[in-house]
């Protein structure tokens, strides 16, 4: 093991998708800053396995590494189109939403420039030895171990496949997989004569009509199911967009935490649907191939308000899937040959925080406390900054995952780090005012006389009480989220 040990870095980023991307491109030209991004895979990847023919992403084209919140950046979408010399094909194209394969090339494209970040380096434990963070460093090619310091950690490991419980029986056959492994494992379904996909978000979506597209008359049967009741199309209004905005976040990081819990749920459609455009597609699929013929001839099944409560192997060497429709009660069993989850992500705890898990102040549930600033609580202690990226969907609200916060979550983050205004970002960003108005102040007289009227009397002569001064502030101040602030160390 290497033991030297180099100068301290003032943020050390714990993987590199996106959003540490975003942070890594923000900070590279900022005088001073000492910033470096470690990622354990040889290159940048972005959901290799969804990276489908045809695929669009959900956001504009300005949803990328900076632009929201510095678009004279050389790290912006733009400039990287100057660079590959298709600004005029992407002006003609007149689409904001770029394919899923080009927003990936645009990111490999920023990774291999920016000299803060370094690929096949694994960050294996986090310790604290104050007053810094030491990082334990691997280099997955040459298993060489080092050592670096640092005042400030970033996590942003992303979020992990969900398999559900029910298909715990399934762990491990070679037809049933996420769909995060659908390009590299659609050969598996070669022979199937009978695919199910499970899920009703963008990716079952997009799972769905690849599979439409591949087997047009060859007599597969097809089929969707989902729990959801509908298909319903991800909300896609301006005003209903309006919840993907700081101001949104702030309003939603106030609230008590089990109004947030319930409202993650309640607000699928803002974060979990499939886009109007894709539900559109599969429907339009479905109409051209029936041309000439009944609908109930073409071997597709699309079943919503289903879910599937066990799953297993069959006797015949297929699966079985006990299913259970929502509202009526009603059981029925199910054989496929194959079945595609695609049952979303979910935030998990990186292996490498193990040795500092004890001095995290995790909330009830096991999650962390995060503050405006995206920085974690710690035991006092711990006096370095700990921030995290899509690890707080149970804090700041359906906007955390969604690449049109990236930015402005990553200068957030810098602004908190390096203590000062790196990036100025405004204080307001929405039409929509999310909290309820104000108090209006009691006028003085109005407050005396009711207070007379509700109390025991008094004499005439009695003086009046002083006047409350109608120019005080009614209402308790919230930081923004450009401001510094440290995470309680206490349950709020």
Partial sequence: MDTSTPPAYDLLGVGIGPFNLSLAALAAPVPGLRTLFCDQRPEFRWHHGMLVDGARMQVPFLADLVSLVDPTSPWSFLNYLRDQDRLFPFYFAERFQLPRREYDHY?????????????????????????????????????????????NLALGVGTRPVRPEAFTGLA?????????????????????RDITVVGSGQSGAEVFLDLLRRHEDDGVRLRWL????????????????????????????GLPAPVRDALVAAQ???????????????????????????????????????????????????????????DSGAEHLLRTDAVVLATGYRAARPAALEPLAGLIDWDEAGRYRVDLDHRVATRPELTGGLYVQNAELHTHGVGTPDLGLGAH????????????????????????????????????????????????????????????????????????????????????
């Fill in 226 to 253: 989902t729990r959801t009741r509908a298909l319903a199309p991800m909300e896609y209004s301006k005003l209903g967009l309006e919840h993907f905005t700081p101001d949104y976040t702030r309003y939603f990081h």
């Fill in 409 to 492: 979550r990553a200068a957030v983050i810098l602004n908190a780090v390096t203590g000062r205004t790196v990036h100025r970002l405004p204080d307001r960003t929405a039409w929509t005012g999310f909290a309820p108005p104000a108090p209006a102040p009691v006028p003085a007289a109005a407050s005396a006389s009711a207070s007379v009227r509700a109390s025991d009397p008094v004499p005439a002569s009695a003086p009046a009480s002083d006047p409350a001064p109608y120019d005080r502030e009614q209402t308790p101040v919230v930081p923004r989220p450009q401001e510094l602030t440290r995470a309680a160390t206490v349950g709020r």
């Fill in 268 to 326: 699928w459609q803002l974060h979990k649907a499939a886009s109007a455009e894709t539900l559109a597609e599969i429907h339009d699929h479905l109409y051209e191939r029936t041309i000439g013929r009944p609908i109930d001839t073409a071997p597709v099944d699309i079943t919503p308000g289903t879910a599937v409560t066990a799953a297993r192997t069959g006797p015949g060497g297929g699966l079985e899937l006990h299913c259970r429709h929502t």
């Fill in 107 to 151: 990111c490999r494209w920023a990774a291999e420039r920016l000299a803060n970040c370094r690929f096949g380096t694994e960050v294996t434990a986090l310790h604290w030895d104050a007053p810094w963070y030491r990082a334990e460093l691997t280099d997955t090619a040459t298993g060489r171990r080092s050592q670096v310091r640092a005042r």
């Fill in 172 to 192: 491990g056959h070679p037809r049933a997989f996420h769909s995060a492994e659908y390009l590299d494992r659609r050969a598996d379904l070669a022979g199937a």
